[in-house]
């Protein structure tokens, strides 16, 4: 019985469990790109995302909101000579091991969206719901991202035309997740309303309160269900007229006397309530129109004086147009809470935003911009670890956020680049530029990943890399030992810290007895150091109990993987499995 409560659901693959461990980069700006306000937190890093993930992981665990990602969908065209099982493994493991990075860069109450096509959105699922526990799945929502093709199809011979993408959608923790932001889909009012008469429904807006609201007179009070008063007021000269009169009347369409007349329009229902159950008590027969002032203990208005109106014998509540709809310029649009269906983006002219071209990789900055308004608020940090052409970041400075933005291909340079630079200077004026009134401003950094600390020599040995400095390479090494890497200005040998007494101290220096005694002179009491070198004194050893003394590059062999660079999904050259291999996993 106590093996079965040990037991439990996973999804396996060929690699799963030997993962390597990744060395943790650091990342060294490079300013000839990096643009606009040089006190920006936006980062732009070039390199392999996995080690960029870990490069981050000191400084921003726990930082992120909102996590947006657009992985390659492992159509096959990457893996089209190789075994179907073990095209499927090398994706799999390669995501798991970014979800895992992924998911402790998140705040507590962060999100995280994956968007796939059905390729893999399964076993997506399945690897997340490992990974960030299945409480903790929020939403699959569809998203139509092809434009319809005529009536010969999309190219698909035998199947059904892919027009959806889908969006997985994890929180890394319920109980510190609160909620999304509010968020509503507009529908043009006047094509919804076609759309009603023409399947036979009907339309229940068709009324204006011409006159006679404003005027009210105190008629009682009643009490809710928490014993607060309700106030009572009664009407006497309210005046009602049908759209079909004013349209008459006004010589305007019926769109037009919409517009004008929106705020007054509306259509009475009998929606049973406790609230309109005392009204109903308190002015029964006493008149055919009244209104309340109260404070709700919940809903939309809770904790706000709020005034409602009730009319006829029935006391039906009054339900107002314009809580429903916005009025946009001329037209209205009718406000639906936002679900998981998502369409209505401007796929024609994606083409042209950011003005860079991307074909078949590119999202709508309005995607983008839906994802965000959900789940962040304006100064949150955005990541997109599968940057391709900037499309997360370029959404995220227009909409106030910080962003930190992960591209391995070269469209780094050549994409994100210029488009970011185009949106700092205002001159990016698609997308949701007019959408958000953005203005320019801003800024970002640009980084690229530090090469591997350790290379091999001729002699097959493991040494320092010659590409490293002295400042990279204290940075390095506090990096490896989790201490951060901090120089101090007036002691040279107080490189970083792992906490307020803890210091490391890296030198390519040979370390002598009497360096060592000077250290130890100016370490006050209760202070420890750790000191990295390639060479030292054996003398050196346990000469102090607050000085450690470890050597380069020694001390360093068998914690990660050093010598890699390229952990990227365009897998060239694949594992090769034995036939009893290939049998185990039968």
């Known amino acids: ?27 060294i700006e490079n300013p000839e790109y990096s643009y606009g306000d040089p006190n920006t937190e936006n980062l732009l890093i070039h390199g392999d995302n996995l080690l960029a993930l870990k490069a981050l992981e000191q400084d921003y665990t726990g930082k992120i909101k909102c ?24 994706w799999l493991d390669l995501m798991s091991q970014r979800f ?99 399947q036979g429904k009907s339309w229940k807006y068709t009324r204006v309160i011409y006159s006679g609201l404003e005027e009210r007179e105190y008629f009682g009070e009643t009490k809710d269900g928490s014993g ?25 369409t019926e769109e037009e006397c919409y517009v004008k007349y929106h ?10 309530s406790s609230i309109r159950t005392r009204v109903m008590e308190a002015t029964e027969g006493n008149g055919d129109f009244f209104s309340i002032d109260y404070i709700p203990k919940s809903g939309k208005n809770k904790n706000k004086l709020t005034t409602l109106y009730y009319k006829g014998n029935n006391c039906d509540l009054i339900a107002w147009l314009s809580d429903v709809c916005i009025k946009k310029g001329k037209s209205l649009v009718k406000l639906e809470k936002a679900g998981t269906y998502w369409d209505g983006f401007p ?27 959900l789940a962040t608020q304006k100064g949150d940090f955005v990541l997109d670890s599968f940057l391709g052409s900037g499309t997360t970041a370029a959404a995220a400075m227009k909409m106030g956020r910080k962003f930190i933005g992960v591209e391995l291909g070269d469209h780094a340079l050549t994409h994100c680049v210029p488009r970011f630079k185009k949106v700092i200077k205002n001159k990016d004026t698609a997308g949701i530029t007019k959408a958000v009134n953005w203005e320019g401003g801003g800024g970002f950094k640009f980084y690229e990943l530090a090469p591997s600390l350790l290379n091999k020599d001729k002699y097959d040995n493991w040494v320092i890399s010659k590409e490293y400095n002295a400042d990279m390479l204290a940075a390095a090494m506090a990096k490896q030992e989790g201490f951060r890497y901090a120089p101090d200005k007036d002691n040279y040998w107080k490189q970083g ?15 002598t007895v009497e360096l060592l005694d000077q250290l130890q002179d100016q370490l006050q009491e209760g202070e420890s150091l750790l000191i990295c ?7 050196c050893h346990n000469k102090f109990k607050n000085i450690v003394l470890k050597k380069i590059p020694k001390m360093l062999l068998g914690k990660c993987e050093f010598g890699k660079d390229d952990y990227s999904l365009n897998i060239i050259n694949p594992p090769v499995l034995t036939d009893e291999e290939l049998a185990d996993g039968e």
Not at 10 to 20: A, F, Q, V
Not at 156 to 181: A, G, P, R, T, V
Request: proline residues 3%.
């Open 1 to 27: 019985m106590a093996n079965k409560k040990q037991q439990k659901l996973e999804l396996t693959w060929i690699g799963k469990g030997e993962e390597p461990a990744l060395e943790p980069r650091i990342l």
């Open 67 to 90: 996590i947006y990602i657009d992985p390659p969908y492992n159509t096959g065209q990457a893996f089209e000579h190789y075994d179907d099982g073990l095209e499927h493994s090398i």
């Open 100 to 198: 895992r990075l992924l998911r402790n860069l998140l705040t507590n109450d962060g999100t995280l969206f994956v968007q796939l096509d059905d390729n893999e959105v399964a076993y997506c699922r399945v690897i997340l719901d490992e990974i960030f526990g299945r409480e903790n799945f929020l939403n699959q929502v569809s998203a139509k991202m092809k434009q319809t093709s005529g009536a010969s199809g999309g190219g698909e011979d035998k199947k059904l035309k892919k027009n959806i993408e889908y969006l997985l959608i994890y929180s890394k923790d319920k109980n510190h997740f609160q909620s999304f932001n509010p968020l509503y889909d507009e529908t043009n009012l006047f094509d919804l309303i076609k759309e009603m008469r023409d």
């Open 228 to 252: 607060d008063i309700i106030k009572i007021f009664k009407h006497n000269n309210i005046v009602f007229k049908t759209i079909k009169e004013l349209m008459k009347q006004d010589d305007l």
């Open 263 to 272: 705020d007054k329009v509306f259509r009475d229902t009998n929606a049973q």
């Open 347 to 373: 796929l024609n002219n994606l083409t042209k935003e950011g003005g860079v071209k991307f074909p078949h990789g590119k999202k709508p900055e309005a995607l983008i911009q839906k994802v965000l308004s």
């Open 497 to 511: 810290y792992s906490a307020e007494q803890d210091f490391i101290f890296t030198t390519t220096q040979f370390v």
């Open 533 to 539: 070198a390639k060479k030292f004194q054996p003398e």
